[in-house]
């Protein structure tokens, strides 16, 4: 049997590409999570980019002064929210943590009317299923509560410690600065110190990236922060109406959380209270919610066709693969990181994946 060298040397060639750009993604995802404020930085700045061109456009100023005059209305907008955000939900979750164990009383307790008004006798359940089934769900509720009061014991550690949240602040208003003021300078300091075929072949999936992923982020942000402004808004309204909304940031934080995961929304929190508060009798907040829910709906399906260019062109089911793939490997933040890198491996594999990929790995041509 004769081996044909140069084929399988090319094909060990085309799989370890594969493998190292997958692993350098990977890496780069968390290099991500461990240099955050500049994410934050990076994504404040395409935001607020077609904003600065604007002011130059119309004014005549220089790239800096405008960067520096939408910055500074910016900076001031976004220190007065997360004094404001901070300072709300430490009070909140204090309160919560406070009152967690009568909630949680109170769930199990509605749980288990539900299985005593079951009639299980109808529906031939044995006793030791019965019996299996209400002790699972005790443990469900037990693990709901751990991990309920872990997060907000680690929020409000995160939170009370000022200095750090400080520095985080700064370095990212600095690095938003930098970004939006010098970015010309950025992109020649990376042509000079790097080789020119890398910065050929980084400037054609920069500028893929950039109008694929960079436009995602930019219109899912947007996106995320009108409904959560619109949950907001709404849970405070009900809140001064004498509605019981006892944790109006929280929620909204919680809504909003949801609403960015791909292919979830906020009807997935929203329908659920909806209906849990109608079980508990409160008619009037269900119907609220469910009337916020739909304006927010509608708001979304306005706008969203105006800020997204396009869609990804990922089925859903691939995007659920990469959320649950994320959230095995780095947990909840993964949910969110996911499908990101899922975008990144698709630029950079494109035409792998539509010749496909295993016939393009192991083609003879």
């Known amino acids: 049997m004769v081996i044909d060298i140069a084929y399988w040397t090319r094909v060990l060639k085309r799989i370890i590409i594969a493998v190292v750009s997958i692993i350098a993604v990977y890496l780069a995802f968390k290099l991500a999570i461990f240099y955050i404020p500049f994410l934050i930085a990076f994504i404040i700045s395409l935001i607020v980019e077609?904003?600065?061109?604007?002011?130059?456009k119309k004014t005549k100023l220089t790239r800096k002064t405008s960067a520096?005059?939408?910055l500074l209305f910016v900076f001031t907008v976004l220190i007065?929210?997360?004094?404001?955000?901070?300072?709300?939900?430490?009070?909140?979750?204090?309160?919560?943590?406070?009152?967690?164990?009568?909630?949680?009383?109170?769930?199990?307790?509605q749980i288990q009317w539900f299985i005593d008004n079951m009639d299980f006798e109808k529906i031939k359940i044995p006793e030791q299923v019965y019996g299996?089934?209400?002790?699972?769900l005790g443990d469900v509720v037990s693990t709901i509560s751990n991990w309920v009061r872990g997060t907000l014991t680690s929020l409000l550690n995160g939170l009370t410690q000022l200095p750090i949240i400080g520095i985080?602040?700064?370095?990212?208003?600095?690095?938003?600065?930098?970004?939006?003021?010098?970015?010309?300078?950025?992109?020649?300091?990376?042509?000079?110190?790097?080789?020119?075929?890398?910065?050929?072949?980084l400037k054609i999936h920069l500028k893929e990236l950039t109008v694929t992923l960079g436009g995602y982020l930019k219109a899912e942000v947007i996106l995320i922060i009108i409904s959560f402004i619109e949950v907001l808004v709404g849970l405070y309204i009900f809140k001064f109406i004498g509605f019981n909304i006892q944790y109006p940031l929280?929620?909204?934080?919680?809504?909003g959380f949801v609403d960015a995961l791909?292919?979830?929304?906020?009807?997935?929190?929203?329908?659920?209270?909806a209906i849990i508060s109608a079980i508990n009798g409160d008619i009037r907040l269900a119907i609220a919610l469910l009337i916020l829910y739909t304006i927010v709906l509608v708001v979304r399906q306005l706008l969203e066709p105006r800020i997204v260019s396009?869609?990804?062109?990922?089925?859903?089911?691939?995007?659920?693969?990469?959320?649950?793939?994320?959230?095995?490997?780095?947990?909840?933040?993964?949910?969110?990181?996911?499908?990101?890198?899922?975008?990144?491996?698709?630029?950079?594999?494109?035409?792998?994946?539509?010749?496909?990929?295993?016939?393009?790995?192991?083609?003879?041509?």
């Open 50 to 56: 077609p904003i600065i061109r604007s002011v130059v």
């Open 68 to 70: 520096i005059i939408v």
């Open 80 to 109: 007065g929210l997360i004094i404001w955000g901070i300072a709300s939900v430490i009070s909140e979750a204090s309160n919560l943590l406070q009152g967690l164990n009568g909630y949680i009383e109170k769930g199990y307790q």
């Open 132 to 136: 299996i089934v209400q002790n699972s």
């Open 168 to 201: 985080y602040i700064i370095i990212t208003l600095l690095a938003t600065y930098f970004i939006c003021t010098d970015k010309l300078y950025i992109l020649d300091q990376m042509e000079h110190h790097l080789p020119k075929l890398w910065i050929k072949k």
């Open 250 to 255: 929280l929620a909204a934080l919680g809504i």
């Open 262 to 273: 791909p292919i979830l929304g906020s009807g997935t929190v929203m329908v659920p209270w």
């Open 310 to 365: 396009g869609q990804i062109g990922i089925h859903p089911i691939f995007t659920l693969i990469a959320m649950y793939t994320g959230f095995k490997f780095a947990g909840v933040i993964g949910l969110l990181f996911g499908p990101i890198i899922l975008i990144i491996l698709k630029n950079i594999f494109g035409t792998l994946i539509d010749k496909g990929v295993v016939k393009t790995i192991l083609d003879r041509g």
